[in-house]
């Protein structure tokens, strides 16, 4: 793989579709054959679960790595798409997340993790927290790229501040080159709508990084999930699941270009 393609999904706090967009992203990526390894970096696990791997059942998860319980690779769980890979998580993340994050230099733990195995894959997808801590900071430490995913339904400007504030603390704190993909905007009707929010939330500069594909509301993300299915396996037809897989084109021209 070219080196850098380490992707994390970041965004406003809660709820912006940071976990839909890094499964659906994945998968829309591995269906042109990208091979992709997502990890799931959320105590939360919601990637883990909608992904439908825990019918597999797995013996290790991010925690165990983290905590040296198991190599990255033992961890590593194969998905019924031959292109996909995960590394799962699960509650027990936050413990060992807890432990870790008492020591500043332990914030680029998965990065390191993530260079062994970077040249197996095309792009890693990483799924980041909402609440600003530990995690979130590793996820965007180990991060070459960040897409940033916002719903203009909510409060958008002081979480999108705080973000690049963390991007700035990241950067400097640890000398990475962490660099804005894209702002995708999820949950929204129109391109209207989105210059409307960045009209209203002063972000109008940021106009030149929003993506040109947007990804509309649509239960059929709801119900995907109730099923825990990718969009792609659930109603590949449906308004969300034909607008992952634009925006997964969108990203491969974006990653060619640099
Ligand atoms: N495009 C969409 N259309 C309809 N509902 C959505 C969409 N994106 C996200 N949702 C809903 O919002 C919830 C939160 O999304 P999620 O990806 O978990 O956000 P985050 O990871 O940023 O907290 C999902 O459980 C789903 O119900
Ligand atoms: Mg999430």
């Not at 042109?32 to 059942?57: E, F, M, R």
């Not at 594909?213 to 993300?221: A, L, Q, R, W």
């Amino acid at each position: 793989m070219v080196m850098g393609n380490v992707l994390t999904i970041s965004g406003q706090k809660g709820g912006s579709g940071k976990s839909v967009t890094a499964l659906n992203l994945a998968v829309s990526l591995a269906l042109y054959k990208k091979k992709i390894l997502l990890v799931d970096c959320d105590p939360q696990g919601s990637v883990t679960q909608w992904s439908g791997i825990n019918a597999v059942g797995y013996p290790f998860d991010l925690s165990s790595v983290l905590s040296g319980k198991a190599t990255i690779i033992e961890a590593i769980v194969n998905t019924q798409f031959n292109c996909l890979d995960i590394l799962p998580a699960g509650f027990n993340l936050f413990p060992v997340a807890s432990k870790l994050g008492r020591t500043v230099a332990n914030e680029k733990i998965l990065r390191l993790f993530l260079e062994d195995i970077e040249a197996d894959y095309d792009y890693i997808i990483i799924d980041a927290p909402s609440s600003y801590g530990f995690l979130s900071v590793a996820a965007l430490t180990a991060a070459d790229w960040l897409i940033i995913a916002m719903c203009p339904r909510y409060n958008g400007f002081e979480d999108f501040r705080c973000l690049l504030q963390l991007i700035k603390y990241i950067r400097d704190t640890h000398e990475t080159t962490l660099k804005i993909a894209n702002i995708l905007f999820n949950r929204c009707r129109s391109n209207m709508q989105i210059n409307q929010f960045l009209a209203d939330q002063s972000l109008s500069e940021t106009r030149d990084l929003v993506a040109h594909t947007f990804i509309p509301e649509d239960e059929t993300v709801k119900r995907a999930i109730e099923k825990k299915m990718p969009l792609a396996l659930y109603d590949v037809k449906s308004p969300a699941s034909s607008a992952y897989l634009s925006f997964a084109k969108e990203m491969v021209l974006v990653f060619k270009q640099n």
